[in-house]
């Protein structure tokens, strides 16, 4: 009978230990998206900036403008 109430607890942890587990990973996977549709979005501003001349793309050996 001791077995079987030991197996019972210790299911009973596994089941609290996937729900956390369970809850972790939702979590996670909502921060996943966020970053994944921001890193979109600076893609495509990239994208247009680059079509568009940008802020004034600077040659390799040019120095910025506040030098």
Known sequence: MQE?????????QLEKHIESQDVEVYWQQRTIDILRKQLNKM???????????????MQPDEKPPHY
């Not at 501003?45 to 680059?50: A, K």
């Open 43 to 57: 893609e495509e501003r990239i994208e247009s900036l680059e079509q568009s001349g940008g802020a004034g793309q």
């Open 4 to 12: 079987i109430d030991e197996l019972k607890a210790a299911i009973t």
